[in-house]
């Protein structure tokens, strides 16, 4: 059996402030993406594969200077958050329910990114667990 951890953070006021500003690129990642996904699907009729719109990451790099803040990591959870909401819209329209489309994220909307596999550290010595995250 796997198991997600959460942990409560309790970051100092600079940590704090970076963290947001992480989770705020996040964000405008996730609308820059499904906005690419919607000019994708105007172009060639069809929806792009997850594995299409991650590899344009590198690229993005180049010219949006702010990505290169973010564990990379963390920029493809944030291609694969936007998949799997494709596919919870598309289980629910199978079971008969109207759905609309995926929407523009607010910064109120989008409260948390994923470090997966790599990038982060727990730190168990001292009775009480740090957690290092890459990049921060």
Known sequence: ????????LKP??????????HRDICRQLYNHTLYRLNEYQEDHGELPSMTTLRSELPDLKQWWDD???VYSKVLQTVVERLFDNLKGLSKLKENGYGVGHLKWKPPREFRSFTYSQSGFKLDKKGGQTVLSLSKL
Do not use: Q, W
């Open 1 to 8: 059996m796997h198991y997600a951890y959460k942990y409560r």
């Open 67 to 69: 990505l290169n803040d």
């Open 12 to 21: 100092s006021d600079a940590h704090r402030e970076e963290l947001d500003r």
